[in-house]
T-cell receptor
């Protein structure tokens, strides 16, 4: 496997279910991200992990719980979601978070996984 | 308030002609700009970027132009090919990444 992978690709769940989304990056990156993409809206950053520590949490409801056990894996645990949470959830990784290389070009270019299409019934 | 805007939700261009996708931003502190391309059922893939210290970056058929005074950047694709048909997202980097809503490009054979 190369790049950023996400499983499952599609998920349908009821409002009382508990499920988890998994992301794995094979790029040797140190930063990982969760984004939500809803129809006709910009990508919304949810969480950022840098060196396995959470560095950003953009006012995301507690029914979304991230976990980063190591720099290659990122999970998003889902619990008692609402129908409006139905969206495409994208994972991304970058070499560093907010970094600047010696050449002056940022090293935080993000590489995305294919996403998980989540439907909450 | 949206800090990165792509005001054209869609664009159709004839094969072989130039495609110009536009993006406007509001925060003058952004220091790095990127374009991503997204096919259906796939995540966005990085296409090309530009640092705020430059005004042009070229990579093959793709060129990004940055006009800092106008807070505007554009992506030029020439010549356009049918395989370029996708949604293109503009992004800006400040304390985090901010994405536009995307422009769906259709290249007509």
């Amino acid at each position: 496997e190369t790049g950023v992978t996400q499983t499952p690709r599609h998920l349908v769940m009821g409002m009382t279910n508990k499920k988890s989304l998994k992301c794995e990056q094979h790029l040797g990156h140190n930063a990982m991200y969760w984004y939500k993409q809803s129809a006709k809206k910009p990508l919304e950053l949810m969480f950022v992990y840098s060196l396995e520590e959470r560095v950003e949490n953009n006012s995301v409801p507690s029914r979304f719980s991230p976990e980063c056990p190591n720099s290659s894996h990122l999970f998003l645990h889902l619990h008692t979601l609402q129908p409006e949470d139905s969206a495409l959830y994208l994972c991304a990784s970058s070499q560093v978070w907010g970094g600047l290389s010696l050449a002056g070009d940022p090293t935080d270019t993000q590489y995305f996984g294919p996403g998980t299409r989540l439907t909450v019934l | 308030d949206q800090q990165v805007k792509q005001n054209s939700p869609s664009l159709s261009v004839q094969e072989g002609r130039i495609s110009i996708l536009n993006c406007d931003y509001t925060n003058s502190m952004f220091d790095y700009f990127l374009w991503y391309k997204k096919y259906p059922a796939e995540g966005p893939t990085f296409l090309i970027s530009i640092s705020s210290i430059k005004d042009k970056n070229e990579d093959g058929r793709f060129t990004v132009f940055l006009n800092k005074s106008a807070k505007h950047l554009s992506l030029h694709i020439v010549p356009s090919q049918p395989g370029d048909s996708a949604v293109y997202f503009c992004a800006a980097s400040g304390n985090q990444f901010y994405f536009g809503t995307g422009t769906s490009l259709t290249v007509i054979p």
